[in-house]
Antibody, heavy 123, light 107 residues
Framework: EVQLVESGGGLVQPGGSLRLSCAAS????????MTWVRQAPGKGLEWVAT????????YYVDSVKGRFTISRDNAKNLLYLPMNSLRDDDTAVYYC????????????????WGQGTLVTVSS | DIQMTQSPSSLSASVGDRVAITCRAS??????LSWYQQKPGKAPKLLIY???SLQNGVPSRFSGSGSGTDYILTVNSLQPEDFATYYC?????????FGQGTRLEIK
C-alpha cells in the first residue's frame, strides 16, 4: 500500500524557515515525479512545486520561487520542501503527492496524497 | 497563467440525483484536466484524469467529459459519501492551476 507521510510543519514567525519532509512507503520514490500542493485555511488548492524522478527538473509557482526549494533523497525515499523567508500568506496545510505514471498522455494528475502538515506563519 | 473557473460554486442535491459540475479553462488545455474530491479535514482524492479516464477504484457513477476549454464532471445517482468539495486542475502548462472548488451539499 502506498503511503505518504508529511512532517516538519509548525508555527514560525514571518521571515523564518521550516523544512517539510515527506516519507514514502509502498513505492520506489525514484520512479516517480513528486509534487507539493498547499491549502490555506478554508481556501482552495494551490500547486507549489514539482520535481522530476532524478531531481534534474523542478517547477515552482511564482509566489515561492527563490524562497522554497523542492528536493528529494531517493535512497531514503524522502521528498523535501525547505521554506525560507516565510510570509503570512504561506500559512496552509502542505500536502505531498505523487504524479501519476499516466503523465505522458494525461498530464500531471496527483494520484496519492499524504495527510498534510500545517504550517502557520504568525508573529 | 491558465485560469480555471468552476460552476456552480455550490450545489444542493439529494441522494439519487444526477449532478454536473463544469470547469472552464482560460485557454485550450488539450484534455490535460483532472478532477478531485475532497472531504473536510482530508486530502484530495483523484477521481478523473485526462478529462475522461476514471482513476482505479473510483465508482463508475463518476464520469468526466469535455475538450478544449470546457469540461464536465458528472455524478450519477448521488450517494451519501459523495457530498464533498470538488476541484478541477489543469496540467497543460505550469503553473499548474486548480479551479476554486464546487461544494456539493445535501438538500
Amino acid at each position: 500500500e502506498v503511503q505518504l507521510v508529511e512532517s516538519g510543519g509548525g508555527l514560525v514567525q514571518p521571515g523564518g524557515s521550516l523544512r517539510l519532509s515527506c516519507a514514502a512507503s509502498g513505492l520506489t520514490l525514484s520512479s516517480y515525479w513528486m509534487t507539493w500542493v498547499r491549502q490555506a485555511p478554508g481556501k482552495g488548492l494551490e500547486w507549489v512545486a514539482t520535481i522530476k524522478e532524478d531531481g534534474s527538473e523542478k517547477y515552482y509557482v511564482d509566489s515561492v520561487k527563490g524562497r522554497f526549494t523542492i528536493s528529494r533523497d531517493n535512497a531514503k525515499n524522502l521528498l523535501y520542501l525547505p521554506m525560507n523567508s516565510l510570509r503570512d500568506d504561506d500559512t496552509a496545510v502542505y500536502y505531498c503527492a505523487r504524479v501519476a505514471p499516466t503523465r505522458y498522455r494525461s498530464g500531471w494528475a496527483f494520484d496519492y496524497w499524504g495527510q498534510g502538515t500545517l504550517v502557520t506563519v504568525s508573529s | 497563467d491558465i485560469q480555471m473557473t468552476q460552476s456552480p460554486s455550490s450545489l444542493s442535491a439529494s441522494v439519487g440525483d444526477r449532478v454536473a459540475i463544469t470547469c472552464r479553462a482560460s485557454q485550450n488545455i488539450n484534455s490535460y484536466l483532472s478532477w478531485y474530491q475532497q472531504k473536510p479535514g482530508k486530502a484530495p482524492k483523484l477521481l478523473i484524469y485526462g478529462a475522461s479516464s476514471l482513476q482505479n477504484g473510483v465508482p463508475s457513477r463518476f464520469s468526466g467529459s469535455g475538450s478544449g476549454t470546457d469540461y464536465i464532471l458528472t455524478v450519477n445517482s448521488l450517494q451519501p459519501e459523495d457530498f464533498a468539495t470538488y476541484y478541477c486542475q489543469q496540467s497543460y502548462n505550469t503553473p499548474i492551476t486548480f479551479g476554486q472548488g464546487t461544494r456539493l451539499e445535501i438538500k
